[in-house]
């Protein structure tokens, strides 16, 4: 576990390895979560939303609960997944720099989260780097 802004994340960045991908360069810095100016391309935050959420796990979530974030190969294609505390998975997170944060994973950097927004089964979640390479 690794503090971040005073709040401790959980943090999965799951197991697939390192395959010497650079860190991601885009033209939208300073927008989608990235710090302005060319600061840190793998330090990102945002708001994402959950597809597919299980209803079962959505239940028993809270606004401010903490998720895991992890890189998972569905159907060949990497994606970003969510669990909760307890490591079930809650659903897969659509963000718009879902391929950076895939990309800054894989090299070694964690990512987590809070539930920042839920109403019914439509549920929210911040994301921000957690640990380092």
């Not at 799951?14 to 710090?35: L, Q, T």
């Not at 239940?59 to 060949?76: F, I, K, P």
């Amino acid at each position: 576990m690794m503090v971040g802004g005073g709040r401790d994340y959980l943090v999965d960045s799951g197991n697939s390895g390192d395959d010497g991908a650079s860190a991601p360069k885009s033209s939208a810095d300073g927008k989608g979560g990235r710090p302005p100016g060319g600061g840190d391309p793998c330090d990102i935050r945002g708001t994402g939303v959950l597809r597919s959420p299980d209803p079962q796990i959505v239940a028993t979530l809270n606004v401010g609960d903490e998720v895991r974030v992890g890189v998972v190969a569905v159907n060949g294609i990497e994606v970003l997944t969510v669990s909760d505390a307890s490591g079930k998975s809650i659903g897969v997170l659509d963000i718009p720099s879902e391929g950076d944060i895939v990309a800054c994973a894989k090299q070694g950097n964690g990512y987590g989260g809070r539930i920042a927004k839920k109403q019914g089964g439509a549920i929210s979640v911040s994301v921000q780097r957690t640990s380092t390479k």
